[in-house]
């Protein structure tokens, strides 16, 4: 049975909606010279946002996956596949932030970093050991940030797109 596990909803949306707070301005704010051309690099970013952050986790019987948009393989994210078998270990290593990101091990050292920022991440977990019959007591793979950071960055990114809408209404109204 395969099953897909997506970027996690709230660090994509922490993304796009800082993409527009901090771009939605430049084409109300440029000349009319360069009003379309910034409304098409702003749709064009929109959609590079979007696509990079589309990356998800696939698992079948034998093996798992991470796959990557086209965009994604462009900037060096690249699409792997592990076969389950061949997990030797999951090892951790501590983040300059304070967290701590994991690894797979292969029987032949090769190290692939565990996707710590999809949907059902505990469900992930669960699979895992059960694919791998490696002891998850020692291993607490968790969200990269915690989820409440998304969520703030969100925020504040919607609340500086409110005031720019209000802000431009405010200065057309004046006109």
């Known amino acids: 049975m395969i099953e897909k596990f997506k970027t ?35 749709l064009l970013g929109l959609y590079f946002i979007n696509s990079l952050t589309s990356d998800y986790v696939e698992t079948t019987e034998n093996k798992i996956y991470y796959k990557t948009s086209f965009l994604s393989n462009i900037f060096g994210k690249r699409n792997w596949e592990i076969f389950w078998k061949d997990i030797k270990l999951i090892k951790s290593l501590p983040t300059s932030q304070g967290s701590r990101v994991f690894y797979f091990t292969l029987n032949n050292e090769e190290n692939y970093l565990v996707p710590q920022r999809i949907e059902n991440l ?27 950071t998304y969520k703030l960055l969100t925020l504040i990114s919607v609340l500086m797109i409110l005031g720019e809408v209000i802000l431009l209404l405010f200065r057309y109204y004046q006109h």
């Open 122 to 148: 505990e469900k992930l977990r669960t699979l895992i050991s059960k694919k791998t019959n490696l002891d998850f007591d020692a291993v607490d793979i968790n969200y990269i940030s915690p989820l409440w």
């Open 8 to 42: 996690l909803f709230v660090v994509k949306s922490s993304l796009i909606s800082l993409y527009l707070a901090l771009t939605f301005p430049i084409p109300y704010i440029s000349s009319d010279k360069l009003k379309i051309v910034s409304i098409v690099f702003l």
